[in-house]
């Protein structure tokens, strides 16, 4: 796929949707990191339910901390692994406290420092929080950037590297989130919906579906 084609699938999904963003409700940066955390092998609506709960009696390191790992986990235990994301999220806040005065860092290396924060969760705090231009490559981005072509990969991190250096500099900041949505919604992994596709005519994808 040549530059011009991916200009014109970026400023069609600009058009289409000017400002996008997370799907996770939040308020402050340490939120958004623990709704990321949360949502590993979980649904976005699923974690707003339960950081609706959590959010609403402890939001900061140190009301998590002083909630505890038992307290953490009634709040949270509707999401898929919550025992083992309640342990990261508890460590994760005594070295939020210890290490950052109790903020989130914006720094790739400190955030993956954080027990249950890899790549792609620093990826999103860094972009959504703080403004990165960061891609943090999902199943939806991964399946969106081969399928196409707009940034073919064999692993997440050449999906990552391809689409920093192909994506027009004008729409890294927002590329991140019209990709997972496109993928949530249209280019989906079973059946894509490419009748009702706005980038149709530009995917390179070789079996489209018609619906």
Not at 6 to 12: A, E, G, L, M, V
Not at 111 to 133: C, D, H, I, S, Y
Request: aromatic share 6%; proline share 5%; with cysteine.
């Amino acid at each position: 796929m040549n530059r011009e084609r991916r200009q014109q699938i970026f400023s069609r999904l600009r058009a289409e949707n000017p400002h996008p963003t997370t799907e996770l409700h939040y308020t402050t940066p340490f939120e958004l990191l623990v709704a990321v955390i949360l949502s590993a092998q979980a649904t976005d609506k699923g974690v707003n339910k339960a950081t609706a709960r959590l959010f609403a009696v402890a939001n900061t390191p140190e009301k998590i901390v002083a909630l505890g790992e038992a307290g953490l986990k009634e709040q949270i235990k509707t999401i898929g692994l919550y025992h083992t994301k309640a342990a990261n999220i508890i460590k994760s806040c005594h070295l939020l406290i210890e290490r950052h005065g109790g903020e989130v860092p914006a720094e790739r290396e400190a955030l993956e420092a954080l027990p249950g924060v890899g790549r792609k969760t620093a990826n999103v705090v860094l972009n959504t929080a703080f403004g990165q231009p960061t891609v943090a490559v999902d199943t939806h981005i991964f399946r969106v950037a081969n399928r196409t072509r707009i940034a073919p990969g064999k692993t997440v991190l050449e999906v990552e590297k391809k689409l920093l250096r192909f994506i027009p500099a004008e729409f890294l900041q927002d590329a991140h989130h019209w990709l997972i949505l496109h993928g949530r919604y249209v280019c989906v992994a079973r059946k894509p919906r490419c009748g009702a596709c706005i980038i149709e005519d530009l995917c390179e994808y070789k079996s489209k579906a018609i619906e």
